[in-house]
Nanobody, 122 residues
Framework: QVQLVESGGGLVQAGDSLTLSCTAS????????MGWFRQAPGLEREFVAS????????YSANSVKGRFVISRDNAKNTVFLQMNSLKAEDTAVYYC???????????????WGQGTQVTVSS
């Protein structure tokens, strides 16, 4: 059983940067593809970015491409989401998740963190 704990959320202004962290415990971190998702009020949870287990191949949603960067440190069991040029529409609860296989659908991820709130004021 893998436990995921996110941190780093907060209130920022449009144009600012913020870095989220997610630390895993209870499993072999390098076995899992890691992803970031977000959910705004009244909307479905959506894919933001993911990174492969060991080679660091990263994918991101079109809405954040060029602004958000996902990375991981397998020695520290941690995945990061660096968010630059934040916009009001980035406001959401951000979740990290772990999956044994590839994909961007929420149904493919086996373990989830509790989420961290990111609020961007315009």
């Amino acid at each position: 059983q893998v436990q995921l704990v996110e941190s780093g959320g907060g209130l920022v202004q449009a144009g600012d940067s913020l870095t989220l962290s997610c630390t895993a415990s209870g499993g072999t971190f390098s076995r899992y593809r890691m992803g970031w998702f977000r959910q705004a009020p009244g909307l479905e949870r959506e894919f933001v970015a993911s990174i492969s287990r060991t080679f660091g191949d990263a994918y991101s949603a079109n809405s954040v491409k060029g602004r958000f960067v996902i990375s991981r440190d397998n020695a520290k069991n941690t995945v990061f989401l660096q968010m630059n040029s934040l916009k009001a529409e980035d406001t959401a609860v951000y979740y990290c998740a772990a999956a044994l296989g590839p994909g961007t659908s929420t149904t493919l991820y086996d373990y989830w963190g509790q989420g961290t709130q990111v609020t961007v004021s315009s």
